[in-house]
């Protein structure tokens, strides 16, 4: 009597963690970049009964009895499926569409998330609305490539700059006054 009791208490107890694990999913379905888990089980113990014997004279063999002795948690897995891209509206916010993390620092160490909702601070480098922590990457040279080897640093928007260029020709039109005298200046409006 112990030993159903005590099996049916172990499936009460991790069948609630499974609802637990459920719910924890149902409140975060609309939290940016959330990951749903999923509960496995597994046997505890098997306890024997009877042993197995080899098929003899003419009969076949007959199997082991065992008896169950409950059950426990093998695993709390997080799923790593792609969700849904929404719009968000806003030019900072970036998503990640198959597999990979944004590598994010806050200064002391490097964290990995797809959450994508970004800000630009007051230096211009972008990072994350919640936490402030900031995306990394690799800085793109004057041609505009991108050296994987180099290290990763802060993504910097210089908002309100414009990226200056030397000019290398000009052209100007204009009329002159025949009546001017060599050496005068004129002021064009």
Known sequence: MQRSLFSAVTGLRNHQVKMDVLGNNIANVNTIAFKGSRVRFQDI??????????????RGGINPAQVGLGMSIGAIDTIHTQGNLQSTGRATDLAIQGS????????????????????????????????????????????????????????????????TS????????????????????????
């Open 166 to 189: 030397a000019t290398t020709s000009l052209n100007f039109a204009g009329n002159l006054d025949a009546a001017a005298a060599s050496g005068a200046t004129h002021l064009a409006e």
């Open 45 to 58: 113990l098997n306890q024997n009964i009877r042993g197995a014997s080899a098929p003899q004279f003419g």
């Open 100 to 163: 990979g993390f944004f590598v994010m620092s806050d200064g002391v160490g490097r964290t990995f998330t797809r959450d994508g909702a970004f800000s630009v601070g007051a230096d211009g480098d972008l990072a994350n609305a919640a936490n402030g922590f900031k995306p990394l990457g690799w800085a793109a040279d004057a041609s505009g490539a991108i050296s994987t080897t180099a290290p990763l640093g802060p993504l910097n928007i210089p908002i309100g700059q414009t990226v």
